[in-house]
């Protein structure tokens, strides 16, 4: 009787190595989980907070209700799904393309590289400023147009030529970083995968579809994922440039949300429309990572 | 003999690649070196041969170093010394946090792992703009306000870091952890000295984007940061190019020595990029 039956005493050292697992876990986190939730989660439920109260402090949805019935929003919501559906498809197919490129043997391939990547290290205001200059309706862009005996292009001024002045602005920022991911995971498929191809005589399609492709689905999904992210929240050129302007045709959600909480100091409605914005982005990335077979 | 054939028409189609490579490298660089260019020639020559297109659009009558000199003399410097050491420590210490974090993620098997992840991600999905007011008040509130730490921190815990890491420390054979395990290996010895050696280009990655974070963060640093003593480089040419009666040659000055540093820190990247290819080539 007093002998301890041997089965719970495993079970207890079983249970106090998965405690001991779960501390060593907690000290890997610690310092991430601080940062998350002092950084991150605590001023975020204080966004949502203002969103769902009134002005008295009582819980109340009229700042949603006041939202939707504001065709300025719609309109922004608009162009925002408007710009993701071009740019993202466009900017990442470009990435891909320019990837197997710059992992072929050519001469200087990192010069090539480093180049094309150079664009997302200027700071988006000094970008912005210097396209803005590039877009002017007498400006380089159009002067180098009219040598060619293209007709000028209104660039920024129209409403149906300035959000796609947008997409190349943006573009030209970013295909060199989610490129440089793009390279980095072909880098690390094996060689070996394209020699065996190569004896067996496949083309480089179908090498691209049979051995690129699946070699860097986690590459290609962190870039699917970031990339949407990113462009969901594109700010400086539109502030900078246009200020959503003309006829709210580059409104992109972020404007907006500015426009409201600095310009106008409607902090509920500002509170509301970021908390719409994050809602979209959060189904746009969890369809993301559903569609893409390999999730993990 | 097969292998040279190979390698002679590997060589002729990479030289017939870089005919497409070279255009977009120029696209890439023109509008920068258009800049460089115009912070080389007076203010007023800027917008003078802009069209028609000719020589004197991309050639200065002459070349002078007056920007430069007006911006070194300028508090620029300061700012463009506050960018690179907040750079720096963000960096350093973000890499600290975010490979950690994402190790015990990818590695360590504790319950609830999966939906902490989640809380990762999402954490990252949330906009900075959007909680950039609330939070720029708590600092306040704790005196971070005109202060490095209170620039440093908010770039700290980056949830795309994490993210990355994760993905790339899942590649690694988990034969390898666990024969570590077997050995008697602790979670921090597997991770010091096997995983962090195996992830250096990895490493890179999230360090770019740690880098690319913080110098080009305007908001925050513009909320966070006005005074003088700690204004960083971006919100420095902002204001020039918000005085009235931009000069236009001096902005351009400014923005080319913003750029150097990354430029340098691009080259660096590249390097690792590089090296872990032939890294890679070892391992097999």
């Known amino acids: 009787m007093t002998q301890a039956p041997p089965r719970p005493r495993a079970g207890r050292s079983r249970n106090r190595a998965r405690l001991r697992t779960l501390g060593t876990a907690g000290l890997f986190l610690l310092p991430a989980l601080t940062g998350l939730v002092f950084l991150r989660l605590v001023p975020s439920v204080e966004a949502v907070t203002s969103a769902v109260t009134n002005r008295l402090g009582e819980f109340s949805l009229t700042n949603f209700t006041y939202l939707f019935g504001d065709p300025a929003f719609l309109g922004s919501l608009k162009v925002t799904l408007l710009f993701s559906l071009v740019i993202n498809p466009f ?14 043997h050519i001469p200087l391939v990192g010069l090539w590289r480093t180049l094309i990547l150079l664009p997302i290290a200027i700071p988006q205001t000094v970008s912005a400023i210097v396209w803005g200059v590039l877009f002017r309706p007498d400006g380089p862009l159009n002067g180098l147009l009219g040598t060619l005996g293209i007709p000028a292009v209104p660039w920024l001024v129209s409403p149906d030529t300035a959000l796609m002045s947008i997409v190349i602005l943006c573009s030209w920022v970013g295909v060199g970083y989610w490129m440089t991911f793009l390279v980095a995971g072909i880098h690390e498929i094996p060689r070996s995968l394209y020699e065996a191809s190569d004896l067996d005589g496949a083309g480089g399609w179908k090498q691209f579809v049979h051995i690129t492709l699946p070699g860097i689905r986690r590459p290609l999904l962190f870039v699917l994922v970031a990339d949407t992210v990113a462009n969901f929240l594109v700010f400086a050129p539109v502030r900078i440039l246009t200020q959503g302007g003309p ?34 982005v959060i189904v746009v990335v969890a369809a993301q990572f559903r569609l893409l077979p390999g999730k993990d | 003999m097969a292998d040279i ?48 297109v000719s020589v004197r659009t991309v050639v200065p009558s002459t070349v002078s170093l007056d920007n430069y000199r007006a911006v070194l003399e300028s508090s620029f410097t300061l700012a463009l010394l506050n960018s690179v050491l907040v750079t720096t420590v963000s960096v350093a210490l973000g890499l600290a946090v975010s490979s950690l974090a994402a190790f015990a993620l990818a590695m360590i098997p504790f319950p609830g792992r999966a939906a902490l992840f989640g809380v990762m991600v999402v954490s990252f999905l949330v906009p900075f703009e959007a909680i950039a007011i609330p939070l720029a008040s708590t600092f306040r509130e704790a005196d971070l306000q005109n202060t490095l730490v209170g620039l440093i921190l908010p770039a700290i815990g980056n949830g795309l870091a994490i993210f990355l890491l994760r993905q790339f420390f899942l590649g690694i ?6 024969a570590a395990r077997m050995d008697g290996l602790s979670w921090f010895g597997i991770y010091l000295r096997i995983y962090l050696p195996l992830s250096r280009a990895s490493m890179v990655g999230a360090g770019l984007i740690l880098f690319v974070f913080q110098w080009q963060s305007f908001l925050w640093p513009l909320l966070i940061a006005p005074a003088p003593a700690v204004r960083v480089a ?20 400014a923005a080319t020595l913003t750029a150097v540093v990354p430029l340098l820190v691009l080259l660096f990247a590249q390097r690792q990029f590089a090296s872990s290819l032939a890294s890679t080539g070892e391992r097999e």
Do not use: C, H, K
Not at chain 1, 91 to 104: E, H, K, P, S, W
């Open chain 1, 91 to 104: 900017q990442i197919a470009v990435a891909l393309f320019l990837a197997v490129l710059l992992t072929r």
């Open chain 1, 247 to 280: 006829e709210g045709s580059t409104n992109l959600i972020m404007n907006f949300i500015f426009e409201r909480a600095y310009t106008l100091a409607d902090t509920g409605s500002s509170a509301a429309a970021t908390v719409v914005l994050v809602s979209i």
């Open chain 2, 5 to 52: 054939v190979a390698r002679r028409n590997e060589r002729r189609t990479g030289r017939r690649t870089l005919w497409l490579v070279v255009p977009v490298a120029a696209l890439a660089v023109a509008p920068l070196l258009w800049a460089v260019v115009s912070s080389l020639r007076p203010g007023e020559e800027i917008f003078r041969y802009l069209s028609p």
């Open chain 2, 173 to 178: 054979p988990t034969s390898l952890s666990e």
């Open chain 2, 234 to 253: 971006p919100v420095a040419i902002a204001d020039f190019a918000q005085e009235s009666g931009v000069d236009y040659g001096q902005m351009f000055a």
